[in-house]
């Protein structure tokens, strides 16, 4: 999936992939796609439960060896 930005989150733990996602999404223009690299399983998780909460859209959860990609469109 080809995203317009991508956020580094490799060794951060709940909450902070949320709270990088939030505020790289702020900057972002609506339509746009933000890509979230992760080691934290969590993510899968609490991704989706706050792209429901703040009516982005999650378009889907990719995950190689240790890493999670999550793929946000901005709202």
């Known amino acids: 999936m080809k995203a317009d930005e991508t956020l580094d989150c490799i060794g951060l733990y709940c909450p902070m992939p949320i709270v990088k996602t939030a505020k790289a999404i702020e900057k972002m223009k609506p339509g746009e796609v933000l890509e979230v690299v992760s080691d934290d399983r969590g993510i899968k ?3 989706p439960a706050w ?3 703040t009516g982005n859209e999650l378009l889907g959860i990719e995950e ?3 890493e ?3 793929f946000v469109r901005k709202r």
């Open 45 to 47: 998780s609490d991704m």
């Open 51 to 53: 792209c429901e909460k």
């Open 64 to 66: 190689v060896d240790d």
């Open 68 to 70: 999670i990609r999550v």
